[in-house]
């Protein structure tokens, strides 16, 4: 599990990006970070993988993290068994090799998300929900118990940002995984999410459950914007979302 | 009448002679073309001269007998007077100002010559006006001259003879070496082209194997001495693989002055050219250094040429070359030389190991 | 559409086993040495060759002369020995910094380290005559450059790609510079031409104990670098991804740059500035196996030994005179470089 207290950070010579900021995550839930453009998800996220180190207060990780990102960014074009190989690196040595072992763990991912049969594709060469499902093959190839992930399906259609959710869900409950994600869009956070981190301003933010603290005041002070919880039945299904109202 | 006639006639002729005399001594005018054709002009014989070029000065002293007119001198020109018999010959010299360039190029330090108030400069033409302009620039005069075959060599000297008045001089060096060339020429006509010895000159033997071409000066030091060049397609000075001269197999190798170490041993001893015909038959020999290095052209070639070409052919040509040394050291320079000189000039040390060198042995004991 | 079929046809050749390539280079290389042995200047013919090779496994009564094995053993076959390692080194070298700088356009040259060991043997060529100072000196200097490179880039205790590639153009410069001034200096008749010969590359003077001096650094350090191939790929991926992997990129980095450093120091220092082996071979090698490292490298290091072995076989072969080898590997290498680049549509690399 993530322990974050009081945890602030800035820029030398530059305003706090957040600050102050106390929130956990506990063993097979899932977490989602919300805020528009420029709050600082991404800031926090960084703070929390260990790429950046915050400048006050204090995060304890007690479990093995795996991140996704959105892209990858690599200019090479590998195949999907290769980039999801990768995924061992933390376990291997600067002189060592993927042995048959981390194979077979690699390709124990792919089948766990249904990618089998892209094994020997150029990843360059996928749908961009293809190659996010890889991404986070790769992650779990790592023999992580807590995946982070920075805006997954984002840039999705729809269907695909329906199996990448899916996905995040079934991982969660068949392995008893963390996920903690930062996203755009109130209703991914509403579907998936059991707490949620509103992040208003750098001094102000707001921690709890998804379906107390998403309500639409706070979702308007969030996003400046009207947005609506509704509720609603499709196909026999008790359906609960959240809507932006456009001008 | 008559008695007349022959008194004016007398007075004309002597007054004519009288005149002329004067006109002898004090039109002592120097006007000669450089080797690029430029016209150099002086009042009268330099007597404060500055060379660069490096084999000018032990030129220069052959022509004029003497170190005293040069004031200035490159210091790549100092180190071969210090090396070889020029010290002993002139020992003056030794005190001749050399700071008027640095070691490694051909940059005149123009400052330091016009303290040395130079009449008149010899400079390379061959390596662009850049290494001329700053002296002409200061004012000084300067005679351009160019390296590497036997026209140029004769014009440098032909300059020489002008700016110091000793043309005479000249002419009979030139004609000496015009003449040995024909005495060559005799000698080596007659042998056959398929009997001809096989030679290269490596003008680098230990920093890389350098050979010398065709149209190199070298080349045509082969030739005169009735030598044949398997480099002779070659341009130039090139390297080649140490295969190539195997391939070539040469039966005798001559080697250059500049690599301070070099000597013949070091070709016999290295294992990639065992096998070669001028190793097996220890036919390997340096050049001599005489009044200046032997290789390059200079004013001793023709000794050159004749030594050469009894290392071609010790059993067919034979020159008394010890007792034209001490002719010809006495023409030029006016310095009687002995025969311990005569031996380190031959490099008798070095060269004693390889074959056919006995022939250059002093005659008694 | 083509470069999708691009993309397909090399997935197949990617499912056949590595073994393949590796197996099949080798033996090509083998091909390349034997048949190099054959070439030359003084003529041995093929048959003789194989002999005298024969009786250093298993003796026999020669029947050639000496100046035959002469030939082969001790002139050609430690000029080959010196382009194998030299064509491999460089190549893999060239392999190595593509992957961590993420860039196809860089070679040795991007880290200053080929300006520095130039720099090192003009020097020497200047100061002193001995050729085992000068292969020291270029060697030394090589790995100054990089030393200052190293320090020039390093901003809050890391060193960004950006601020690497910059210090090396910078570090490059200086020494080219320099090795101009030095030419400005040097004695037109001795030194300039053996400078001059020296910068533009050549095997001509190699001996066994050139071949151990290079060849130690050069099998050590390339051994290296192969250790650390499955490293490079999680680099190539950029230092966010990789740190996200659980990868510090700065130790792996540093290790391939001083590794591509000691190569590419002991090449320069033996053969003087060999051009476009580091910069072309990965890219050919990479159109073959694709970009993962853990077979571009072997690819590389066998594809460079039996280009840099073939051009070197022409540059001591095809005239009396020495063709410089660095003259004919950027005659060769510009061309091919562009056209593989049209072809292939910068095969191995996406497209942005």
């Known amino acids: 599990m993530i322990k974050v207290e009081k945890a602030g950070f800035r820029f030398k010579d530059s305003g706090w990006i957040f600050r102050n900021h106390s929130f956990h995550l506990k063993t097979g839930e899932t977490m989602a970070i919300l805020g528009p453009n420029g709050r600082g998800k991404t800031t926090l996220l960084k703070s929390i993988i260990g790429l950046l180190k915050i400048t006050q207060g204090k995060i304890t990780k007690t479990c093995d993290i795996g991140v996704v ?81 920075d805006e997954p399906a984002s ?16 991982i969660t409950h068949n392995k008893n995984m963390s996920v903690l994600f930062t996203t755009h869009y109130p209703q991914h956070a509403l579907h998936i999410a059991d707490k949620v981190l509103l992040m208003y301003s750098p001094d102000r933010y707001e921690f709890g459950a998804a379906t107390e603290i998403m309500d639409d005041s706070h979702l308007k002070d969030l996003y400046r914007l009207d947005i609506q919880n509704v509720h609603f039945n499709c196909n026999g299904r008790d359906i609960h979302t959240v809507v932006p109202v456009f001008s | ?124 033409g061959n390596e662009g006006m850049g290494i001329v302009d700053p002296i002409k620039n200061a004012g000084l005069k300067v005679a351009l001259v160019k390296y590497g075959d036997q026209n140029s060599l004769e014009t440098m000297l032909n300059s020489f003879g002008s700016v110091s008045g000793k043309k005479d001089k000249v002419e009979t060096i030139i004609a000496w070496h015009k003449s040995t ?108 250094m005489g009044g200046y290095r032997w290789d390059p052209p200079n004013q001793e070639s023709p000794l050159m040429w004749k030594w050469l070409s009894m290392i071609f052919y010790p059993d067919q040509i034979s020159w008394d070359i010890r007792t034209e040394m001490k002719e010809k050291y006495q023409f030029l320079y006016n310095y009687t030389l ?28 | 559409m083509s470069s999708i079929s691009v993309h397909t046809g090399r997935s197949a050749v990617q499912s056949q086993p590595r073994m393949l390539i590796w197996v099949g280079l080798a033996i090509l290389l083998g091909m390349t040495v034997l048949i190099s042995l054959g070439i030359g200047r003084y003529h041995v013919d093929f048959f003789t060759v194989v002999k005298i090779c024969w009786s250093r496994v298993y003796s026999s009564i020669p029947t050639w002369t000496d100046t035959d094995e002469r030939v082969v053993l001790l002139i050609r076959m430690p000029r080959i020995l010196m382009a194998v390692f030299a064509g491999a080194g460089l190549a893999l070298s060239g392999a190595g910094l593509q992957g961590v700088f993420r860039n196809p356009l860089v070679g040795p040259q991007i880290i200053g380290v080929s300006s520095g060991a130039a720099f090192g043997g003009v020097l020497a060529i200047l100061i002193w005559e001995s050729q085992i100072l000068t292969i020291l000196t270029a060697f030394v200097f090589g790995l100054i450059a990089v030393v200052i490179v190293f320090i020039m880039s390093r901003t809050n205790g890391r060193s960004p790609v950006l601020m690497l590639v910059l210090s090396g153009v910078v570090v490059s410069a200086f020494f080219t510079a320099l090795i101009s001034l030095a030419k400005y200096v040097a004695d037109p008749y001795d030194q300039l031409p053996a400078i001059v010969f020296w910068l533009m590359g050549s095997l001509a003077l190699i001996t066994y104990s050139k071949v151990v001096i290079a060849g130690i650094p050069i099998l050590l350090a390339g051994a290296v670098i192969y250790m650390i191939r499955f490293r490079i790929n999680i680099l190539s991926l950029g230092d966010e991804e990789a740190e996200s992997l659980g990868i510090k990129v700065g130790p792996t980095r540093w290790v391939l740059i001083l590794c591509a450093t000691l190569i590419t120091s002991a090449v320069v220092s033996v053969c003087g500035i060999i051009g476009w082996v580091g910069l072309v071979i990965p890219h050919v090698a990479r159109m073959i196996t694709g970009p993962d490292h853990r077979i571009l490298f072997p690819a590389s290091a066998l594809i460079g030994s039996i280009f840099f072995l073939l051009v070197d076989d022409i540059a001591r072969g095809a005239t009396q005179a020495e063709i410089p080898v660095g003259i004919l590997t950027a005659i060769i290498g510009a061309p091919v470089f562009a056209v593989l680049l049209k072809r ?9």
């Not at chain 1, 195949?79 to 981390?102: Q, W, Y």
């Not at chain 2, 060269?351 to 006995?358: F, L, P, R, V």
Request: aromatic share 8%.
């Open chain 3, 344 to 352: 292939t549509h910068a095969g191995g690399w996406k497209n942005d």
């Open chain 2, 181 to 288: 060339m024909s005495q060559l020429k005799q000698k080596t006509d007659i042998i056959p082209e398929s009997g001809k010895t096989r030679v290269i000159f490596l003008i680098r033997a230990l920093s890389s194997l350098k050979v010398a071409g065709g149209d190199t000066y070298h080349g045509l030091c082969i030739g005169l001495a009735g030598g044949k060049n398997p480099a002779r397609e070659i341009k130039g000075y090139k390297v080649v693989s140490p295969e190539q001269i195997i391939a070539w197999d040469p039966e005798v190798i001559f080697l250059n002055n500049f690599e301070a170490k070099l000597q013949p041993q070091d070709i016999y001893s290295n294992a990639m050219l065992a096998g070669l015909s001028a190793v097996k038959n220890k036919r390997v020999y340096r050049a001599p």
């Open chain 1, 69 to 149: 990102h959105q892209y990858s960014q690599s200019p090479f074009s590998y195949n999907v068994i290769d980039m999801v190989i990768m995924g061992r690196a933390r376990h291997l040595g600067m002189f060592s090799s993927p042995t048959a072992k981390d194979k077979n763990l690699a390709l124990e991912a792919l089948e766990l998300l249904g990618l089998i049969g892209l094994k020997d594709r150029e990843f360059s060469s996928l749908s961009g929900g293809e190659k996010q499902l890889v991404l986070i093959a790769r992650a779990m190839a790592s023999g992580c118990n807590c995946l982070i992930l």
């Open chain 1, 155 to 170: 840039a999705l259609d729809f269907k695909n940002q329906d199996i990448i959710l899916k996905t995040l869900r079934d």
């Open chain 2, 1 to 124: 009448m008559m008695k007349r006639i022959n008194k004016v006639l007398l007075i004309s002729l002597s007054l004519f002679f009288m005149f002329s005399s004067l006109f002898g001594e004090t039109n002592q005018k120097v006007t000669f073309f450089d080797h690029y054709n430029n016209e150099v002009t002086l009042e009268k014989p330099a007597e404060r001269i500055i060379t660069i070029p490096k084999p000018a000065p032990s030129m220069f002293m052959a022509v004029d007998g003497s170190s005293e007119r040069i004031v200035g001198i490159h210091p790549g020109s100092m180190d071969a007077i210090r090396e070889g018999i020029m010290m002993q010959m002139f020992p003056d010299a030794i005190n001749i100002n050399s700071d008027i360039g640095n070691k490694g190029s051909y940059i005149p330090n123009v400052e330091e010559m016009l303290t040395l108030h130079p009449d008149i400069i010899f400079q390379w």
């Open chain 2, 338 to 365: 002995k025969d311990d000189e005569i031996d380190a000039i031959l490099r008798f040390r070095m060269n004693g190991i390889s074959s056919n060198y006995q022939q250059f042995a002093r005659t008694e004991g």
